[in-house]
């Protein structure tokens, strides 16, 4: 096991959950100029996003494997099981507090301060995923990694889920955005 500097142990899926909020309303931005972040139809997608889609994966991940979770940083055993519920709606937060926060900015003019932020916040990802890969690819619990020890992520059951929950995440973006991106051509053509 390689080790991992500790400015790179950061949950990468929070990064990935504000990007989502942020890119929804880079879509969504003919609607949210027109009628602000919290119109419909654009808010009720973006928060059925973050309430079916995020949380519950957030809720799996943090009750079922903490530890690869936490990135083997912090001990989910010194943790209370009630922290989960907090960290699961954090991660909700965060695509809806990307929303927002990007659709303050789209309705003040900085789109282009909203891409370079985007783009700065997507290096910052980069960065953190490839330095802790060797954490994020290593299936084990908190004292496993103290002693390096650990299996390859696809040999047990957390690879597996990783990949449904990529699938399940990415598919609900995927959705979210056409239909944004249709909602936005009917607001142009107003």
Do not use: K
Not at 68 to 87: C, D, E, H, I, K
Not at 108 to 126: F, H, M, S
Not at 173 to 188: K, M, S, T
């Amino acid at each position: 096991m390689l080790p991992c500097p500790p400015e790179a142990v950061i949950p990468v899926v929070a990064l990935v959950n504000l990007l989502f909020g942020i890119g929804f309303a880079l879509i969504a931005r003919d609607r949210i100029r027109a009628d602000g972040a919290f119109s419909s139809p654009a808010f009720p997608l973006v928060a059925l996003h973050a309430a079916a889609v995020v949380a519950p994966i957030a809720l799996y991940f943090y009750a079922v494997h903490p530890a690869w979770s936490w990135m083997y940083w912090v001990n989910p055993r010194r943790l209370s099981g009630v922290a989960v519920l907090p960290l699961m709606v954090w991660h909700a937060g965060l695509v809806i507090g990307g929303w927002y926060g990007a659709g303050l900015l789209l309705r003040r003019g900085y789109q282009g301060a909203l891409l370079y932020a985007a783009a700065a916040i997507a290096l910052v990802l980069l960065v953190l995923v490839v330095a802790g890969l060797p954490r994020l690819s290593t299936a084990t619990d908190y004292p496993g990694w103290q002693a390096s020890q650990g299996a390859p992520l696809f040999a047990v059951q957390l690879g597996w889920a990783f990949i449904v929950s990529l699938l399940a995440l990415f598919g609900s973006a995927i959705y979210v955005a056409i239909e944004l991106g249709r909602d936005g051509r009917r607001v142009r053509s107003r």
